[in-house]
């Protein structure tokens, strides 16, 4: 046999490919897609992120907000003209059907699920809730599994079984969700970066495959550490996030699922301001998130909430944007400080 003729029989016996390699030329002529946003810091058709948080404060709650606000194109934090710089809200899809999400959890049980979903779906603004419940799927590994067969994000053969039962289905999200490494991975060690490899695989994957990725993952106990593990992690991934649990929290806000600083971290394009954000509840049961502080670089960790004897400090001749910016909140928050100020004088001149 000659050299020629083995080459190609050893491509076609172990499925060996050429990699595809473009010159500076081909780079800069190239007609490349804009993907839409799903997220302000995520795109469609193959980018990735990761947050990551201690455990039980509030990640799942988020991650599982973001995958609906994307699935039925609502809005999380921020609901009107005012909180719209703050808001997360995806573009407008290609697709008529609008943007599938796949959601994989390692954690919850059919029940949890749906009583999270009913909780948050209301206060998430969708302006296509019917997408729900054909754009939204879930495969838990405590939703009633069978078998001991799941597919673990640190294994490539397991993301390219996922990609085949896309095929074979002909259902591939715009959106796949994994909640979180610690159940949906398996690590010899998470201190050794090269562990990590499976991982970067099965995100090159993905992407090539044009399917965007979100990753949670646990942090470190000390508040001013990173994510749990070897740095390697979030090399692959586009935008990184630090989900804080947010000091000085007023007692009654305790007891909710969530309150956090938002920091991110890395950022390949779109940086956003750090947030912190909380799950407000409803007197008909259900929770909405708000937005409790903008954060400046130089404010960070003061603690949550402004009062009104924050906003009474205030010069009192300056406009509602001057008091926004001076105490680190939205117009809208102003504004419901302004209407608490002028309730208590009325109250007092009745008097």
């Not at 390697?232 to 996030?241: G, I, N, Q, W």
């Not at 910016?325 to 608490?340: K, Y």
């Amino acid at each position: 046999m000659s050299a020629t003729k083995r080459a190609k029989h050893l491509v076609h016996q172990h499925g060996t490919h050429r990699l595809k390699t473009y010159t500076g030329e081909q780079i800069e002529q190239a007609a490349v897609p804009k993907h839409p946003l799903l997220l302000p810091f995520l795109r469609a058709g193959g980018e990735s992120l990761l947050w990551y948080s201690v455990t039980g404060k509030g990640k799942s709650w988020l991650t599982l907000a973001s995958a609906l606000v994307v699935a039925g194109e609502g809005t999380l934090f921020g609901d009107d003209d005012e909180e719209q710089e703050s808001a997360w809200t995806p573009e407008r899809s290609r697709d008529p059907q609008g943007f599938k999400v796949h959601f994989l959890d390692g954690e919850l049980t059919l029940g949890q699920w749906q009583r999270r979903l009913a909780v948050l779906k209301p206060g998430l603004n969708l302006r296509h809730p019917d997408r729900i419940a054909r754009n939204f799927q879930v495969t838990g590994r405590r939703m009633g599994q069978t078998t001991a067969h799941f597919p673990l994000l640190t294994n490539p053969d397991h993301t390219a079984d996922l990609l085949r039962e896309y095929e074979r289905t002909k259902w591939k999200p715009d959106l796949l969700v994994w909640d979180n490494l610690t159940t949906l991975g398996q690590l010899r060690s998470e201190i050794d970066g090269a562990a990590y490899a499976g991982v970067h695989q099965s995100l090159a994957m993905l992407a090539n495959a044009g399917i965007s990725v979100a990753v949670v993952h646990h942090g470190r106990v000390r508040k001013d550490s990173g994510q749990r593990g070897s740095p390697a992690l979030e090399v692959t991934f586009d935008a990184v996030f630090k989900l804080v649990p947010i000091e000085g929290i007023p007692p009654k806000f305790k007891r909710q699922p969530a309150a956090l600083t938002i920091q991110q971290t890395k950022s390949r394009e779109n940086f956003i301001p750090d947030m912190q954000v909380w799950l407000e509840p409803n007197l008909d049961g259900t929770s909405t998130w708000r937005v409790l502080y903008d954060v400046p670089g130089q404010q960070r960790g003061r603690p949550v909430g402004t009062t009104l004897d924050d906003f009474e400090a205030l010069p009192p001749d300056l406009t509602i944007e001057e008091q926004a910016e001076r105490l680190g909140v939205s117009r809208r928050t102003v504004m419901r400080l302004r209407a608490q100020h002028a309730a208590q004088e009325e109250s007092a001149e009745a008097f």
